[in-house]
């Protein structure tokens, strides 16, 4: 073990694998039971690790939704013993699609309501249970249980709008946890970070840990 | 004991379900605002009690819940409200039913298994009032009560968002208050005032309740028509141009007779935005004005 990994701001190869297994296991068993909620198969596509500086995380998520002309934004935080921020991120067009995806069983149509609250409304309520359903799985398989603060939406907005770069501490190591998704019907895509600082960091190695050693 | 004394004194309402969605506490403001006590509804099944939870929205919110642990939101804005209570103790509230936000999450036993589901409620009602005042506020013409070219750009960008995608008929009318600086110099700014307000309430009181009328600056005036072709348009048009012309606006004892010159578009193929169909009812109310006034013109291709 190198010096830089026994700091507990810092995970080893070894430790990184590790999640990574158990992501896969729990995106797994997200997507099954999502589509029995949503009634929509939902792809999640094999979740990629990685560490780096908080300062350092807009302009990765930028990176990462540069083909995309605007985004919306759905940020909910997270906490358990592992805790932190989920960011999901929406193509543009996606709260629309997703309206004509849940709402059709619905009354809705051209008697519905302002299209911009219902479009708001919409994407908040698919990234709770996207969320929900990707960070609650994680936290199960590493015996944690969370709870969450009300998301908040940004609607179709420019990059530079919606995420500000002022708000990270320059202190802080973020463990992003992204993975891209796409609903099965309805053109919807995007993807999801889970940024969780480095007060987590040191539960989630010993986690991992306990983890592993179910099967030694 | 003490935490049970909470639940009851709370001024939140607080629900607990099963994994079948059978009520299994109902706290006592649930019981001050529903009028159902305790012993009526504990052991029944929350969608029987209350039928209108019987939809998509609310049975996915509780499988989440159940399936992820989720915690799911309920606004007063998309939902108004959760269960169907009188809102009794707001004097003119024009809302039917107490606003509510609610939440509801999960609820776990000692091995950390979901073994039921909270749902809180809380009474918005008064926010919801002011809020829609302030709303309403924004979106009207403080002179003519009709409402504002504010509102006008977000209704029209959704009206026209809708038509595109259902493909439906939609059509506007830009109309113009002829010679109407000769009333303001002849009569006084008053007058001019008094013309604005009577023009805005003849031609309100003529529209359809789907039919929305602007004052789109000055002595310009936009109606958007729904569901509504370029003929339909003209017609609505040609009854608007008489109810003025035939008006007679008594001010100060002084009858004043004024007419409108009107500009008709709908929803072509030449319709790349609501942009675009402003733009054609205005050169449309341009030759109108051009012809000499007190007249309709619609926008066509062939006729720029």
């Not at chain 1, 297994?21 to 995106?27: C, S, V």
């Not at chain 2, 809180?120 to 506020?137: H, N």
């Amino acid at each position: 073990m190198d010096i830089e990994a026994q700091s507990t701001n810092h995970i080893t190869d070894e430790e990184l694998a590790i999640l990574q297994e158990i992501m896969n296991i729990a995106f797994g068993q997200s997507a099954s039971d999502l589509a029995e909620v949503i009634d929509t198969h939902v792809l999640l596509a094999v979740p990629f690790i990685k560490v780096m500086k908080v300062t350092e995380l807009p302009g990765y998520i930028k990176e990462q939704v540069k083909e995309y002309k605007q985004i919306s934004i759905v940020e909910q935080k997270f906490w358990g013993k592992f805790k932190g921020d989920a960011l999901l991120v929406f193509s543009s067009g996606s709260g629309k699609a997703l309206i004509n995806l849940l709402q059709s069983d619905d009354r809705r149509g051209m008697e519905a309501g302002p299209i911009d609250i219902l479009e708001r409304e919409t994407l908040m309520e698919v990234g709770n249970i996207l969320i929900g359903a990707c960070v609650g799985k994680l936290a199960e398989l590493l015996r944690d249980v969370v709870t969450y603060t009300p998301p908040l939406v940004m609607v179709e907005k420019e990059y530079e709008e919606a995420i500000s770069s002022g708000y990270y501490d320059h202190e802080k190591t973020a463990i992003v946890l992204k993975t891209d998704f796409r609903f099965e019907s309805g053109n919807v895509s995007g993807f999801l970070f889970l940024v969780t600082s480095n007060e987590s960091i040191k539960w989630l190695r010993d986690a991992l840990q306990r983890f592993i050693e179910q099967y030694e | 004991m003490i935490l049970n004394q909470i639940f009851d004194a709370i001024n939140l309402g607080i629900v607990i379900l099963d994994a079948d969605l059978k009520i299994q506490s109902w706290n006592r403001w649930m019981e001050i605002h529903s009028g159902i006590e305790a012993g009526d509804v504990v052991g029944k099944p929350a969608l029987e009690s209350f039928p209108n939870l019987d939809n998509p929205r609310f049975i996915r919110s509780c499988k989440s819940v159940f399936s992820f642990g989720n915690f799911c939101f309920f606004s007063q804005k998309l939902h108004g409200y959760l269960f169907p209570f009188k809102s009794s103790s707001y004097v003119g509230s024009e809302f039917k039913y107490m606003q509510q936000s609610c939440a509801m999450g999960p609820l776990r036993d000692e091995n950390n298994q979901i073994k039921c589901l909270f749902i809180y409620v809380q009474d918005v009602t008064e926010v919801a009032v002011y809020e829609r005042k302030l709303v309403e506020m924004s979106m009207r013409d403080g002179l003519t009560g009709i409402y504002n070219r504010r509102f006008m750009d977000t209704k029209l960008n959704e009206e026209y968002f809708r038509h595109t995608r259902y493909s439906r008929a939609f059509s506007i009318i830009m109309f113009d208050i002829d010679k109407f600086k000769k009333v303001n110099d002849e009569y006084g700014h008053q007058c001019g005032d008094f013309i604005l307000k009577s023009v805005s309430s003849r031609i309100s009181a003529s529209i359809r309740n789907i039919d929305f009328l602007f004052r789109y600056g000055g002595e310009e005036f936009c109606c958007i028509l729904p569901e509504t072709n370029l003929e339909g348009a003209e017609l609505v048009a040609e009854r608007f141009r008489t109810a003025i012309m035939e008006m007679e606006n008594n001010f100060n004892g002084d009858v004043i007779k004024i007419t409108i010159s009107l500009g008709v578009a709908d929803l072509t193929n030449d319709t790349a935005s609501p942009g675009d169909l402003i733009q054609h009812a205005d050169e449309a109310l341009y030759r109108a004005k051009r012809g000499g006034r007190n007249r309709v013109e619609s926008y066509s291709v062939n006729k720029k």
